[in-house]
Every structure is written in structure tokens, then in C-alpha cells.
């Protein structure tokens, strides 16, 4: 069985400053994670994904995450907030032979303040 | 351009009547999935499947009622037996586990 730990439903920020969500999983098997961002009324957009290899991958719109299997954690980074950055954001994880189902955190809602 | 289409975006109905929701994807994936989304409450697997002519129930099917008669399509109806049908409701697809899913851009169900 595999799941995902999203701390905190509620991220505030200021512009400008580092964002962090954190996120930690848990599978039997070596994971392949995600990060979706959701702006409301909207459908989950693809942010970014560790399957194999290097371990920090790079997004887009200048989010970052790195996997740490010693700590069974994702955490999704960008170094400066940005107001436009605030929406609900998801964490996510697969395997190979796992029915191609993922299993989702509850989301973490990231304000940005000015 | 290759996606997934949800319609309407926004749909509005009485209380006891039937509606269905149309996902209709151009990507050539084999699998499809409805999420039922509620405030708080993180994204809700209703129906899934994996492969035409064949679905299997999720977390919270009752109430709920799918079909999967071509490749493209996923339609969900929501049934008047579902007790609280208001909601945002994603349909996605998928072509294997190492790429994720791909999601289409909801529709909003309002009951009266």
C-alpha cells in the first residue's frame, strides 16, 4: 500500500520569500512522485515528477523538489513567492505495477501576502 | 492539441434528477478516472478504468454510475441516489504510472 503525507492544509508566505510544502510518502516499492497545482475552478496542472535518476528535478514556474528516500520525503520548493504562485498544490504517488493509480495527499492551500 | 474535455463547465440541476457529465480525451490513453472534489477534502476516487468495456468502483462509486464503450470516452452519471451531489467533479487519464495523469478541467454540479 502506498500513501501521502501533505503537513499543513494551510501554507502563508510573503511575496518574495521561499516557499516549502512539504510532503512524505510511503511504498513498499521505489516511488514515482508528483507535484499538481490547482487555481480555483480548475483542473490539476502537472508542476513536476521524480520517476528514476537525479533526485532534485526542476519544474515549472521555478518550483523545484527533491526526493530523499532516507526520508521518504518530496518537498516542493521555489526560492522567491510569487502572488501569482497561490493556488492549492498536491502531492502524489505511483509505482510501476500498481494498477497506473495514484494515490494523493490532501493538498496544501499556499497563500501569498504582499 | 492532444487533452482531456470536461463539459459543461458549470451545470445546475434539481434535486432528483439524473445528470451525466461528459470526459472525452484525445490523448490515446487507456485508462480514465473521476475524482469527486469537496472543499477540504482532498481529491475522491469515484470510478476508474483501465481499458475499454471495463470499470471498477473507487473509494465512493455509491450514488454514482460510469460506462466505458470507447477508448475516448468516460461519461459519469450522477444518480439520484447520490445524497449530496454537489460538488467539483475532475475526470483525468493516464497512459502509464511513470507519467501521471492527466486532467481535464472539471465541471462544477449544483443541485437545487
Known amino acids: 500500500a502506498q500513501s501521502v503525507t501533505q503537513l499543513g492544509s494551510h501554507v502563508s508566505v510573503s511575496e518574495g520569500a521561499l516557499v516549502l510544502l512539504r510532503c512524505n510518502y510511503s511504498s513498499s516499492v521505489p516511488p514515482y512522485l508528483f507535484w499538481y497545482v490547482q487555481y480555483p475552478n480548475q483542473g490539476l496542472q502537472l508542476l513536476l515528477k521524480y520517476t528514476t535518476g537525479a533526485t532534485l528535478v526542476k519544474g515549472i514556474n521555478g518550483f523545484e523538489a527533491e526526493f530523499k528516500k532516507s526520508e521518504t520525503s518530496f518537498h516542493l520548493t521555489k526560492p522567491s513567492a510569487h502572488m501569482s504562485d497561490a493556488a492549492e498544490y498536491f502531492c502524489?504517488?505511483?509505482?510501476?505495477?500498481?494498477?497506473?493509480?495514484?494515490?494523493f495527499g490532501t493538498g496544501t492551500q499556499l497563500k501569498v501576502e504582499l | 492539441d492532444g487533452g482531456i474535455t470536461q463539459s459543461p463547465k458549470y451545470l445546475f440541476r434539481k434535486e432528483g434528477q439524473n445528470v451525466t457529465l461528459s470526459c472525452e480525451q484525445n490523448l490515446n490513453h487507456d485508462a480514465m478516472y473521476w475524482y469527486r472534489q469537496d472543499p477540504g477534502q482532498g481529491l475522491r476516487l469515484i470510478y476508474y478504468?483501465?481499458?475499454?468495456?471495463?470499470?471498477q468502483k473507487g473509494d465512493i462509486a455509491e450514488g454514482y454510475s460510469v460506462s466505458r464503450e470507447k477508448k475516448e470516452s468516460f461519461p459519469l452519471t450522477v444518480t439520484s441516489a447520490q445524497k449530496n451531489p454537489t460538488a467539483f467533479y475532475l475526470c483525468a487519464s493516464s497512459f502509464q504510472e511513470v507519467y501521471g495523469y492527466t486532467f481535464g478541467s472539471g465541471t462544477r454540479l449544483t443541485v437545487v
Open positions: 478504468s483501465q481499458i475499454v468495456n471495463d470499470f
Open positions: 502524489a504517488v505511483s509505482h510501476t505495477g500498481g494498477g497506473n493509480k495514484l494515490t
